[in-house]
């Protein structure tokens, strides 16, 4: 079973606090998106292999580890995702980024999928996934499908909130994939909605309502 990585930091919990506010307008809501996003980055690449190396510095030899190289991409989830992409690639940037488009049925709650572009070598790649949402759990499972469909074998998930309902439906469908979260919710409303979550992310994201 994938482990789910609850990043419960002090500077985390300020910001997603202020990210849940109905009062948080749409200028600070993206910024805190972007910021969250490095916090939790900072977490997820926290497995990426290193390689030892001896740097001089001005005194003398220093034993260092630097980045192994391995190729990596990150796949937001249209439309929220995009804006957890500049903070993870902050971090990443030799990071190729792939999209996925899905939209929510608002009757069913199951995923419609409508665009997908990968880079060409994405199977060759370790993946992050990024969504503010991690709901029902359908889009995220759908995107990891599409992942795994073009050959990808090592991919991580990176939500800021989920509820319960969809960290089981993800561990259920792809017990290879870890799960790194700011927090996990209560429940599902009867809409699907995370509660007390932060209303619709790609909405209060983008300004659409
Ligand atoms: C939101 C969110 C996730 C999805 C989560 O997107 O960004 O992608 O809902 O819900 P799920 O876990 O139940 O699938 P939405 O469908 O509202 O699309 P949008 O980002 O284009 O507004
Ligand atoms: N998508 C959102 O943006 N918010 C929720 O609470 C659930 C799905």
Do not use: W
């Amino acid at each position: 079973m994938g482990k789910v990585v609850v990043i419960d930091h002090p500077l985390v919990m300020h910001k997603l606090s202020i990210l849940r506010d109905k009062r948080t307008g749409t200028k600070e809501f993206r910024e805190l998106v972007y910021e969250l996003s490095i916090l939790l980055g900072y977490e997820v690449t926290r497995e990426l292999a290193v390689t030892e190396t001896i740097v001089e510095t001005p005194i003398g030899p220093a034993k260092c580890k630097t980045l192994e190289g391995k190729k990596l991409g990150v796949v937001p989830i249209l439309r929220a995702g995009l804006g957890m992409v500049d903070g993870i690639t902050s971090l990443l940037p030799a990071a190729k980024v792939g999209h996925i488009g899905l939209y929510r049925d608002p009757n069913t709650l199951k995923p419609v999928d409508y665009y997908s572009k990968l880079p060409s070598d994405v199977g060759e790649r370790d993946i992050i996934i990024v969504d503010p949402m991690l709901a029902t759990g359908g889009s995220a499972v759908a995107a990891i499908d599409v992942c795994k469909r073009e050959g990808c074998k090592n991919i991580k998930l990176c939500n800021l909130i989920a509820a319960p309902e969809g960290i089981k439906v993800v561990q259920d469908a792809h017990p290879d994939v870890d799960i790194y979260l700011a927090c996990i919710d209560e429940y599902l409303n009867d809409h699907g909605y995370i509660v007390p979550g932060l209303g619709d992310a790609g909405d209060r994201l983008f300004g659409t309502k």
